[in-house]
């Protein structure tokens, strides 16, 4: 497998622990700075960030993976 190929099947599984990583830091952090309504602040936070930042990423990676079942759906129509 050559390494462009690699690194596009690692990047959707960087993305998800990526995500975690900033729910879990946003919620340590509202949960320190404000209690029970900090940890709240801090998961409207990250759900805030994580639409933003990592979204469109997810978007791309769900319309590759749509163009690809289309792809096979197409090779096995055109074999049968």
Request: charged letters at 15%; glycine letters at 8%; aromatic letters at 8%.
């Amino acid at each position: 497998m050559p390494l462009s190929k690699f690194i596009i099947a690692a990047y959707k599984p960087l993305i998800e622990i990526a995500l975690w990583v900033t729910l879990l830091l946003l919620l340590i952090a509202g949960d320190y700075a404000g209690g029970f309504v900090g940890l709240i602040i801090g998961g409207v936070l990250w759900l805030i960030i994580a639409t933003v930042l990592f979204g469109a990423l997810l978007l791309l990676i769900d319309i590759q993976e749509r163009v690809r079942n289309i792809e096979t759906q197409k090779q096995t129509q055109t074999e049968s």
